[in-house]
């Protein structure tokens, strides 16, 4: 739950920009709006941040037509109030979620260029211009490597997925291997003492028990082998593996050369 809240509240989530909504209303400290004026204005927000969320969920090419959108309210608000600028800055930061294209670059040019339109517009100094372009530069070039830290996160954790789905795979295929010859040479044994028992039971009843005690003898230590294996603890050289294997053939009356 903190992870969670954590993330949320982290610097480097975008929708925590829209804080900076607030220079909007910088200008009406010296020249407060009426009803109507106000009430268009929050409608105009409302507007902005639903193309401002709607574009960060997406990603793609539909952010083109969100920054368009949002510079225009920007180009129509600042001859009602100079904090109408931020939207213009905001929809550079926009375009800079986007990888870096020749599109994106001609819609960063073309919003500078409606921030220089604005400023004439209203009649503002070169100066308030040339503020704003690198407020809106400084924007898009924050969003563009935020963007990119999240990219290069993303391809991070889908390595480490692949990662460990490939070592998963690697552990079931070595417990396969394992539980396939263990069980594999265990029940040759089994089967040939349990032939071996039965062909005894009437000529030679105690030998046949004999078979039988070391069948279950054989069953206990295949047992705990399998949990060996399974836990990943089995680890016994050929050598070892090829000595037993003597030895129970041995047992059944078999010689048995091992080179």
Known sequence: MMQRI?????????WLHLVYL??????????????????IALAGMAVFVALYVFSLRRRDWTVYPAALGAALLGFVFMPVTMGGAV?????????GWLPHTRLRTAG??????AILAAVWLTQ????????????AAVAAAGAAMGARRQRQEADSEARQRRASAVAAEAERQRIARDLHDLLGHTL?????????????FDADPGRAR???????????????EVR?????????SLETAAAEVRQHLEAAGLAVLLE
Do not use: C, H
Not at 6 to 14: E, G, I, M, V
Not at 22 to 39: E, I, M, R, T
Not at 108 to 113: K, S, T
């Open 188 to 200: 040759s044994v089994v089967t040939l003492k349990a032939d071996l028992a039965s062909r005894l």
């Open 87 to 95: 939207y213009l800055v905001f929809a550079a930061a926009m375009l």
């Open 210 to 224: 004999s078979e039988l005690a070391e069948i279950q003898s054989i069953s206990r230590t295949a047992l705990a």
């Open 22 to 39: 607030g220079f909007f209303f910088f200008g009406w400290l010296y020249q407060p709006p009426g009803p109507q004026q106000a009430l």
């Open 228 to 236: 060996e294996a399974v836990a990943g603890l089995r680890d016994r």
């Open 124 to 135: 503002q100094p070169l100066s308030y211009a040339i503020v704003l372009i690198v407020l």
């Open 6 to 14: 954590s993330a949320l509240l982290s610097p480097n989530r975008p």
């Open 108 to 113: 960063l040019v073309a919003i500078g260029l």
